[in-house]
């Protein structure tokens, strides 16, 4: 694929959001579908060489995804996503959190709001996430993260990374 | 260590002072006195600051300036960047799955 499709993310410190805007080369009500049914999600959520593996998925209001981050060496970083409100092929909003394998949340990390809105933009579709955090340091937590799961995520230049330290 | 840092720049008022000192070296009593700050609060902060490498002593005479390091500063860059490139990543594994999808509908 050629064109260039539309990305804007934006993190705003001063309100502890991270803005996510992406444009998909679909209808959509199909982009719909791959943010709200698990056995597409699984193909795409957790970027290579990690995978993302559903052990339940309930799509409505009150339900939750609970999956897992499944990493190169069969590490698992399970989470739970817990929906709040939904406007199917509109928006969702849910309950990101980290948890266990028993569907447990885990207190002690960051946990978010998210706000995800589904919206046209001519034969393609725009999806605004809005990630909120309760404060600035758990948008921060996130972000360091973020860096764990990049590393392993460029393998080939972890050394040259770490060399720089 | 890594996380140090965030929780460092988490605070607004080390927010703020960092910003000022990486306009112009400070010292301590100068800190204290443009935010209105006893010398106490001040010195708490700088301790933070300084154990992640966010600021540096320097001697000057009778006097210690902290000077801003902007090296650290561009680590918390670099892990931003990392961040979005997992959103790319992310992004672009959907892009595939669209494009297989559609040539499934054709």
Redesign the interface.
Known sequence: ?SMT?F?D?I?DKTENTIN?K?E???DRP??WD?YTKSE?LD??????PWKSKTKSMDFREGGQWHYAAVGPNGEEHWSITSYVKIEPQKMFLANDAFGDVDGNINQQMPQSKWTMNFSDMEQNTLVHGIMQFT???QL?????M??K???I??MENLDAMLAKR | MKQDIFQAIADPTRRAILTLIAIQALTPNAMAEKFDMSRQAVSKHIKVLQECELIKPEQSGREIYYHFNPKKMQEIDTWLAQFRKIWEARFNQLDNVLSTIKKQKK
């Not at chain 1, 193909?43 to 290579?48: A, R, S």
């Not at chain 1, 921060?140 to 360091?144: L, R």
């Open positions: 694929m499709l990305f993310f993190v996510i992406r998909f080369a679909a199909t982009v791959c597409i193909q795409w959520w957790m970027p290579m404060d600035l340091a921060e937590q996130t972000i360091a973020g860096f799961e990049g590393l995520m460029a």
